[in-house]
DNA sequence: AACATTCCCAACCGCCAAATC
DNA sequence: GGATTTGGCGGTTGGGAATGT
């Protein structure tokens, strides 16, 4: 089986994703899903490979991502699992709410694997400076200043009984369930497609408490008013506004 | 201060499985 | 049922920051 590359290499821009991108990206998915991850990139008017957008999006842009330090809770948690489950960094990730398959394999690359195989060389050594997480926190995390759970933006109302956090395992929140029948919440904003923004809050849990575009705007009008909606025959081309959710 | 080395993490690559045609 | 597309996963790497000399 012949396997078409992931996208057309010619023009596509790679490595560190830059300010604006992101802002495109978030603007988009969270508006209209993830419908389509290779699509994605065209109608978002980016010029970067899908699996790159995706990427980017389940592990940096997503709602309800936690950054920053590894508790020692968490880390005892990789630990245990990694020994039963092997590298099976999603499935580990899935019992850490909020973090990703890949924060928690480099986690496990840079640390954790050093002090496990110290300890199990010199259990008394103790002297590693990751040893102790809490020494270890004190270390600045280049992103750990930047996301942290906030309280709920004032403009929006979420009443939803989903508050338990989403596994973080991608597999789980790549794609848009619209399963309207567990969908309570409701938002109170002027952008009028509920479905989409319903479907979403299905999948993740507190997005709308989320403090990813706070960072940057105050309010969902705000970000609207940057990236203002392009067309919406562009933006659907395939007319899947009457669709429910994003099961495409 | 300048250079070298180490550490950390974001991002890419390639493979695989599921879904779709 | 086979071919193709798409999403997901784990391994790996490049580059910037931190640290050491």
Redesign the pocket.
């Known amino acids: 089986?012949?396997?078409?590359p992931?996208c057309d290499k010619t023009g596509l821009r790679?490595?560190?994703?830059t300010p604006e991108e992101d802002r495109k990206l978030t603007a988009y998915v969270t508006r209209y899903g993830?419908w389509?991850?290779?699509?994605l990139p065209k109608y978002a008017g980016l010029a970067r490979?899908?699996?790159?957008c995706?990427?980017?999006w389940l592990?940096?842009l997503r709602p309800n991502i936690k950054r920053g330090n590894f508790s020692r809770k968490e880390e005892e948690t990789i630990i245990r699992l990694h020994e039963s489950l092997g590298?099976?960094?999603?499935?580990i990730a899935a019992e850490l709410p909020g973090r990703t398959?890949?924060?928690v394999?480099?986690?496990w690359?840079?640390?954790l694997k050093k002090r496990f195989k110290q300890k199990s060389s010199t259990p008394k050594d103790g002297k590693d400076k990751?040893e102790d997480p809490e020494i270890q926190g004190t270390?600045?995390?280049?992103?750990a200043n930047r996301l942290v759970i906030s309280s709920p933006n004032p403009p929006l109302i979420l009443e939803s009984s989903l508050s338990s956090p989403q596994p973080a395992?991608?597999?789980q929140n790549?794609?848009i369930t619209a399963d309207t029948n567990t969908v309570e919440s409701r938002r109170l904003d002027p952008v009028s497609d509920n479905n989409l923004f319903e479907a979403y809050e299905a999948d993740s849990g507190s997005f709308w408490t989320e403090p990813f575009f706070s960072d940057s705007y105050d309010t969902w009008s705000d970000m609207w008013a940057e990236f203002p909606l392009l067309d919406d025959e562009v933006l659907y081309p395939f007319g899947f506004y009457e669709l429910e959710g994003f099961?495409l």
Not at 1 to 4: D, K, Y
Not at 49 to 52: L, R
Request: proline share 0%; charged share 20%.
């Open positions: 089986m012949v396997r078409t992931c790679k490595g560190t994703w993830c389509n991850w290779r699509q490979c899908g699996k790159s995706r990427l980017r592990n940096y590298n099976r960094w999603s499935a398959d890949n924060e394999k480099n986690h690359h840079t640390t990751n270390k600045l995390n280049n992103n395992s991608s597999n790549s794609s099961n």
